[in-house]
């Protein structure tokens, strides 16, 4: 969840967000998303860096340049399925558990339910893709409760708040702390779901990959984990309003990325982080506007150079 943006155009204030949630969940349903994606397609049309920014992110995805008036109908679509992200992630809360249990179709939740059976746990690989907490919250619905690890955030109880709100979803959201690893080690070796957003690198710090044709840097956080709690690795990615009117989802959970622990811990690391990568691209490719990416994510966003990759080549 891309917390900061939202904030940095918002007063920072825990009550905002509960008195939006609140308006969120009180109004119908169909006027809401109404309401929110009219907002969103006038926002998209701000000739504003972030606008730009997605169109860039939508070429990189389909591997073209888009003409003026297809950029502005996709940029339009990622900003609308950004703005129901907010307003069906508020009202989840409230929905009633056969609902909750219905809304979501999961292509390969084998892979899921195999690995917890057998006390392996599961790390799932995730992008910011669709409407994660959704999927977090039906898989605990079914039974299977996830761990997640989220961003820390400067406005004063607004992470407290954000962490109350996926707990009454089923889904522990802890910070990144020094004892965060040791938590989601104990959660994976019980036979638990860790749940890992991955396509953005926030510290810095993470793993050089190719990603979408340009070279950037990964967490390597989701490779490290199930490297070394011996975890099942997939990765996997919902989409809004494919199944069941513009409220229903389909998540598609890809089959575990084979790990090699005779190859050495740091080499195989690399290697299986490049495997997320690519994984997260095809996932992503299913629906481009679905993927709510709206910071830098590349050297080339930043102005410090990077060069597309031709794999015809390679």
Request: aromatic fraction near 10%; include cysteine.
């Amino acid at each position: 969840m891309s917390l900061k943006f939202v904030t940095k155009f918002k007063p920072s204030t825990v009550s905002v967000f509960e008195y939006g949630t609140k308006i969120a969940r009180f109004i119908p349903e169909e006027i809401g998303i109404r309401a929110v994606e009219l907002g969103a397609q006038l926002a998209s049309k701000k000739d504003s860096d972030r606008s730009r920014l997605v169109k860039r992110n939508l070429e990189r995805v389909l591997d073209r340049n888009l003409s003026q008036k297809e950029a502005a109908e996709l940029v339009a679509q990622t900003y609308k399925s950004y703005a129901r992200y907010w307003f069906l992630g508020a009202r989840v809360k409230n929905w009633s558990p056969s609902r909750l249990n219905n809304v979501l179709v999961c292509e390969g939740f084998e892979y899921i339910k195999d690995a917890v059976r057998e006390k392996r746990g599961v790390v799932i690989a995730l992008a910011h893709l669709g409407n994660w907490e959704v999927g977090g919250a039906w898989l605990a619905r079914q039974g299977y409760p996830m761990f997640t690890v989220a961003e820390m955030l400067e406005q004063p109880g607004l992470f407290e708040w954000f962490q109350k709100e996926r707990w009454a979803l089923g889904l522990t959201a802890l910070p990144n702390g020094s004892d965060t690893a040791v938590k989601l080690s104990r959660h994976l070796k019980s036979g638990g779901v860790v749940g890992l957003l991955c396509d953005r690198d926030i510290d810095g710090t993470g793993i050089d990959v190719e990603f979408f044709g340009e070279r950037t840097t990964l967490p390597a956080g989701p490779a490290t984990l199930a490297l070394r709690n011996g975890a099942d690795l997939l990765t996997a990615g919902i989409y809004t309003g494919k199944a069941g009117g513009p409220t229903g989802f389909i998540s598609k959970v890809n089959s575990p990325i084979k790990i090699d622990k005779s190859k050495g811990v740091r080499k195989e690391i690399y290697r299986v982080t490049q495997e997320i990568a690519y994984s997260l691209e095809d996932l992503i490719r299913v629906d481009p506007t679905e993927w709510h990416l709206f910071q830098p994510n590349w050297p080339s966003d930043r102005g410090d150079g990077g060069d597309r990759i031709d794999r015809t080549q390679s």
